[in-house]
């Protein structure tokens, strides 16, 4: 079984920045890509950025320009650098692996998320 843990969120004013962190952790597996979704107040779960093994990189455009996702694969570990925060950019963030254990069947495992707050 795979665990991801995140840390990093918390309180920050407006235009500030923030870096998560997600780390992965277990035995016997490998991970394809690596990301992030956030879910703001009484919303939906929304995509903000991924990162596949190696350096390719999307993001939502509503992060595009600020956020900037990269990953430490040594370490199974995922980060969002997040600057110029703005107060919509408040949600609990979760970050995900797509993680196998014998390299052809791939299944999708969640942290349990953290708050990010953005105060105007």
Do not use: H
């Amino acid at each position: 079984q795979v665990q991801l843990v995140e840390s990093g969120g918390g309180l920050v004013q407006l235009g500030g920045s923030l870096r998560l962190s997600c780390v992965a952790s277990g035995s016997g597996f490998s991970i394809s890509s690596m990301g992030w979704y956030r879910q703001p107040p009484g919303k939906k779960r929304e995509f903000v950025a991924v990162i596949i093994s190696g350096e390719t990189t999307n993001y939502d455009d509503s992060v595009k320009g600020r956020f900037t996702i990269s990953r430490d694969n040594a370490k199974n570990t995922v980060y969002l650098q997040m600057n110029s925060l703005k107060p919509e950019d408040t949600a609990v963030y979760y970050c995900y692996g797509i993680v196998s254990s014998d390299g052809s069947s791939w299944e999708q495992f969640w942290g349990q998320g953290t708050q990010v707050t953005v105060s105007s």
